[in-house]
């Protein structure tokens, strides 16, 4: 399902997502109003890219939003004013949430904006990021909370941490050669990009 959202005193417009043709969104999934999803990036059944309160929420190229992945956002505006502590900014323009290059949303995670995801980083199942911003090549192990904090590039969070301190998030490890994840992303962003490329060949809407 891929619809504009509705005008309210929180969105002053009613916005189709933006969606690259090279992307494959399962008509069991939802787009909706202010989204932007990039170039070869798969959304499968069941996920949610809600841009009807916060936004924009931008997916870039190649990453891929998996089964009952939910993107959504806090209020940006009210009555055409910008709420900027609900914004995040990349490269000088600000959105509610950022998802990078070849990043992976794994099962049933939530990107709740005010949030970033840097490029090549993979979020493990049921986690759950909240006005948090994660940096580049991170792993978020499965079932982790992410709340008010900064994970710096190459970190990982091991499995169920609840991080809302971020002395805590300072001193998470970083991934050297020996981590079992370590490569785990890249062959997950090969699966779903080339599932998407697959889709759209194939005209399965």
């Given at each position: 399902?891929?619809?504009?959202n509705?005008?309210?005193?929180?969105?002053?417009?009613?916005?189709?997502?933006?969606?690259d043709?090279?992307?494959?969104?399962?008509?069991?999934?939802?787009?909706?109003?202010?989204?932007?999803?990039?170039?070869?990036?798969?959304?499968?059944?069941?996920?949610?890219?809600?841009?009807?309160?916060?936004?924009?929420?931008?997916?870039?190229d190649?990453?891929?939003?998996?089964?009952?992945v939910i993107?959504?956002?806090?209020?940006t505006?009210?009555?055409?004013?910008?709420?900027?502590?609900?914004?995040?900014?990349?490269?000088?323009?600000?959105?509610?949430v950022?998802?990078g290059?070849?990043?992976?949303?794994?099962?049933?995670?939530q990107i709740h904006?005010?949030?970033?995801?840097?490029?090549?980083?993979?979020?493990?199942?049921?986690?759950?990021v909240?006005?948090?911003?994660?940096?580049?090549?991170?792993?978020?192990?499965?079932?982790c909370?992410?709340?008010?904090?900064?994970?710096?590039d190459?970190?990982?969070?091991?499995?169920?941490?609840?991080?809302?301190?971020?002395?805590?998030?300072?001193?998470?490890?970083?991934?050297?050669?020996?981590?079992?994840?370590?490569?785990?992303?890249?062959?997950?962003?090969?699966?779903?990009?080339?599932?998407?490329?697959g889709?759209?060949?194939?005209?399965?809407k």
């Amino acid at each position: 399902m891929i619809h504009r959202n509705v005008v309210t005193d929180f969105s002053d417009k009613a916005l189709e997502p933006t969606i690259d043709p090279t992307a494959y969104v399962h008509p069991l999934a939802a787009v909706i109003g202010n989204a932007v999803i990039g170039r070869r990036v798969m959304v499968s059944p069941a996920a949610s890219v809600r841009g009807d309160e916060g936004g924009p929420l931008v997916v870039d190229d190649e990453a891929n939003v998996q089964d009952g992945v939910i993107i959504h956002a806090l209020e940006t505006q009210h009555q055409g004013h910008a709420i900027d502590k609900n914004l995040v900014e990349h490269n000088g323009k600000k959105c509610a949430v950022y998802v990078g290059k070849r990043v992976s949303l794994a099962h049933q995670a939530q990107i709740h904006g005010p949030a970033s995801v840097g490029d090549d980083t993979f979020i493990g199942m049921q986690s759950l990021v909240f006005k948090s911003r994660v940096g580049k090549g991170c792993v978020v192990e499965p079932g982790c909370t992410l709340l008010g904090v900064t994970v710096a590039d190459g970190r990982y969070v091991p499995c169920g941490t609840v991080l809302t301190d971020q002395s805590a998030a300072d001193r998470l490890p970083v991934i050297t050669d020996d981590y079992a994840f370590k490569n785990l992303n890249a062959g997950v962003v090969h699966v779903n990009t080339s599932l998407a490329d697959g889709y759209n060949k194939a005209g399965i809407k």
